[in-house]
């Protein structure tokens, strides 16, 4: 199925559903100078949606998707909560050009506009922390930002997003960017805020899936209510 284009014709979307009845679709979205995958899980009214930014990945030939995106993005969907799993164009060639990667998401974000949705949440891991913070200042459309254990390259802009909450959460044994980064992040941003550093969590975070998982749950809950 393909849906009408943007407005101002840069994108056209294609939707297919890999079993009949079920609320989930993969998408291409394609722009004129780029192509951007991503897996649409969709259930009530298509008004809040959480993104899911470079959630899905390849490490070698092999491709993957972030445990904590697919958990929670099933977990929020039972409240009526959409989510889309995003996959950077050419990635991983281009996986760590921070300006390619905010633009594949400003392009989902315009889709997601385009197709209904009113209020959408941006969560990013480790670089694509910096991706969110960035690409959410573009749209009016973003309520919300979460970063897990996010870089601070790219995010000094962070206070840009006030008054629209964010929620920095980052693991006290992070070895890879360490905590520093969590409150560095925090100090620059603005109110309103929230930091959160988990004992024993390192920067896959998902080995304290015990305070992770409820944690994001609620939050995206709330300001989605």
Request: glycine letters at 8%; hydrophobic letters at 40%.
């Amino acid at each position: 199925m393909s849906i009408p284009a943007a407005s101002n014709g840069d994108l056209t979307y294609e939707l297919t559903s890999p079993v009949p009845g079920m609320q989930i679709e993969n998408v291409a979205i394609h722009a004129s100078d780029r192509d951007i995958y991503g897996i649409l899980k969709s259930r009530g009214k298509k008004q809040d949606i959480v993104l899911w930014a470079g959630s899905i990945f390849k490490r070698s030939q092999e491709q993957r998707t972030s445990p904590i995106a697919l958990t929670v993005s099933d977990r929020i969907l039972g409240r009526g909560i959409s989510s889309m799993l995003l996959s950077y164009s050419d990635y991983p060639a281009q996986g760590n050009d921070l300006s390619r990667c905010v633009q594949d998401t400003k392009y989902c974000l315009q889709f997601l506009s385009q197709i209904g949705y009113e209020r959408i949440i941006i969560v990013g891991h480790s670089f694509s922390g910096a991706v969110a913070i960035t690409a959410a200042q573009t749209s009016d459309k973003v309520i919300g930002v979460i970063t897990l254990a996010s870089q601070t390259l790219g995010a000094q802009t962070v206070s840009h997003i006030a008054p629209r909450p964010i929620l920095i959460i980052h693991g006290l044994a992070d070895q890879t960017l360490g905590p520093h980064c969590g409150e560095q992040i925090y100090s620059w941003a603005s109110q309103p805020k929230e930091l959160v550093l988990i004992e024993e969590a390192t920067h896959r975070l998902w080995d304290r899936r015990d305070i992770l998982e409820p944690l994001l749950i609620d939050w995206i809950s709330t300001h989605m209510a």
